[in-house]
């Protein structure tokens, strides 16, 4: 995954997390990781579409039950990375996000 462009990604309680960018449809390993459909809408600048995260990167973002949403909404890239700390910690990071980008295709922490 290193050899990708990277991105900050800042959750709503200020912590930054480290994403790379791949485009949509890019392979993945089988480990458990979070991830981000979004669309670049200038040069250098992304906004989500949808945030998860899953045990499986690979087969989760191989076959997305909100790919219609996604899609629809502009996405074009997947800004993911491996993270270790277990579901918990992979929860968790995803809430942060959410509740900071409130991102169009999440259903769950919407205000």
Not at 19 to 35: M, R
Not at 86 to 111: H, M, S, Y
Request: hydrophobic residues 30%.
């Amino acid at each position: 995954m290193a050899d990708a462009p990277r991105i900050l990604w800042p959750g709503k309680s200020g912590k930054e997390y480290e994403y790379w960018i791949y485009p949509i449809g890019s392979s993945f390993k089988e480990s458990a990781g979070n991830y981000i459909f979004a669309k670049e809408t200038r040069p250098g600048y992304w906004s989500p579409c949808y945030i998860g995260q899953t045990i499986n990167l690979n087969q989760r973002l191989g076959d997305h039950e909100k790919e219609t949403c996604f899609r629809r909404n502009g996405a074009t890239h997947i800004h993911a990375h491996l993270t270790a700390g277990g579901e918990t910690t992979r929860l968790a990071e995803e809430k942060d996000l959410i509740l900071r980008w409130q991102p169009p295709c999440n259903d769950q922490f919407v205000k």
